[in-house]
């Protein structure tokens, strides 16, 4: 077992330093000082985990005549660090795709109601799990030409920030609609809402209004930057706004298309 952990550490710090030169050696579009930030970022939260991962290893080092049970808490910690590692890797391999043309979209007649009941339906149970409630309200009966696999990845998004970011006791609410010939999706919760000097850069790479709090939830500060470039890239816009008394309102317009 410990052959195998050493072994995973060491891929996986291969592969971090092989996904930062393929981001740093990337062609550069957007300005130097962006791509420098990019990276210092990225740098600091694989750091994290890979120092979580290097000490429950060498935790394990030090007593190998242990029975693997005995050392089981080292062993879930490195494996949580590993899956956080593999999401973190996803995320940022989607956001460096997005800088170039290389990510395309493929674009769908479907219908978003249909759409949206099915990516809320197990949301349903979690947020019941968490004594929370979650009411859905479908009010948009029309086709959008759209990427159905990426409108879902949104909706996920939305729907996990809600979820991470709200207490015992809170409502989400998930409406569509249609104004203006638009297709609106309002993804809406009672949590703790964000503070009026941070709603501008939530939209930001890496940016979490409290990192120690966000990463407790699970958070890596990407998935709204996902769903900000998902959104735009169907010319369509996303905004958030405070809720009354409390938490957040996240509004997406998308065109028919
Ligand atoms: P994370 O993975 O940290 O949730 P996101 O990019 O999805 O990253 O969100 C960025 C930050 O925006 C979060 O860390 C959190 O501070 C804030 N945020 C996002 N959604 C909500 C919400 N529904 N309520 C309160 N704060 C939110």
């Known amino acids: 077992i410990l052959i195998v952990g050493v072994i995973i550490f060491s891929i996986m710090s291969i592969l971090a330093s092989l996904i930062l030169s393929q981001i740093t050696m990337k062609p550069v579009k957007k300005s130097w000082s ?6 210092e970022n990225v740098s600091h939260e694989l750091r994290t985990p890979l120092t979580i991962i290097q000490n429950s290893l060498e935790l394990l080092l030090t007593s190998p005549e242990d029975k693997i049970i005995d050392r089981s808490e080292s062993i879930a910690i490195a494996l949580d660090e590993t899956s956080w590692l593999s999401r973190l890797i996803t995320d940022m391999l989607t956001l460096a795709r997005s800088d170039s043309t290389m990510t ?9 109601d249909a759409l949206v009941e099915t990516v809320c339906q197990p949301y349903m149970d979690l947020a019941e799990s ?6 859905v309200n479908l009010h948009c009966p029309m086709n959008i030409n759209a990427d159905k696999s990426r409108i879902h990845q949104l909706l996920v998004i939305l729907l996990d920030n809600a979820l991470k970011y709200t ?4 409502r989400i609410s998930v409406d569509t609609n249609i104004k203006d010939n638009k297709a609106v999706i309002t993804v809406s919760d009672t949590g703790m809402g964000i503070s009026d000097e941070n709603i501008d850069k939530i939209f930001d790479r890496f940016f979490r209004e ?3 709090r966000s990463r407790e939830r699970g958070g ?4 709204l930057s996902i769903a900000d470039w998902i959104v735009g ?4 816009t996303i905004k958030v706004t405070h809720n ?6 996240f509004t997406i317009k998308l065109s028919k298309g």
Do not use: C, T, Y
């Not at 207490?167 to 809170?170: G, L, R, T, V």
């Open 167 to 170: 207490d015992e006791k809170d």
């Open 220 to 223: 890596m500060g990407l998935g």
């Open 233 to 236: 890239r169907h010319g369509g």
């Open 210 to 212: 409290d990192k120690a």
């Open 104 to 112: 395309e979209i493929h674009k769908d007649l479907f219908s978003l």
């Open 130 to 135: 968490q004594n929370k409630v979650l009411e």
């Open 34 to 39: 962006r791509q420098v930030e990019f990276v």
């Open 244 to 249: 009354e008394p409390k938490g957040s309102i």
